[in-house]
């Protein structure tokens, strides 16, 4: 039903910010919650925030709670996520993925997910 693209990733310095996109095509975003999750090399995927679909509720994981914002711009058909104060450990890539039902958040149903996109936090 929607098809996520992931972009923005990159190569930081600790302590730098990077802002990812996740851009939805096939359907409108709006109608949608969208999570993001990451996954670091030998490690399981970890959920990351997630927003609903009208971006009046949120959730942070404690490890990026103060750091990173989500948000959404549904005209752009669009969620991103806004990175600051970037950690090595924040290494990973990070995925978007949606739901459309009210099955959401850390322990949400996501069942549509993007390709993914690389974060590099170098010491």
């Known amino acids: 039903q929607v098809r996520l693209v992931e972009s923005g990733g990159g190569l930081v310095q600790a302590g730098g910010s990077l802002r990812l996109s996740c851009a939805a095509s096939?359907?409108?975003?709006?109608?949608?919650?969208i999570g993001w999750f990451r996954q670091a090399p030998g490690k399981e995927r970890e959920f990351v925030a997630a927003?609903?679909?009208?971006?009046?509720?949120?959730y942070y994981a404690d490890s990026v709670k103060g750091r990173y914002t989500i948000s959404r711009d549904n005209a752009k058909n669009t969620v991103y996520l806004q990175m600051n104060i970037l950690k090595p450990e924040d290494t990973a890539v990070y995925y978007c993925a949606a739901v459309p039902s009210g099955d959401w958040g850390p322990k949400g149903q996501y069942n549509y997910w993007g390709q993914g996109t690389q974060v590099t936090v170098s010491s």
């Open positions: 927003i609903n679909w009208s971006g009046t509720s949120r």
């Open positions: 096939g359907r409108t975003i709006s109608a949608y919650a």
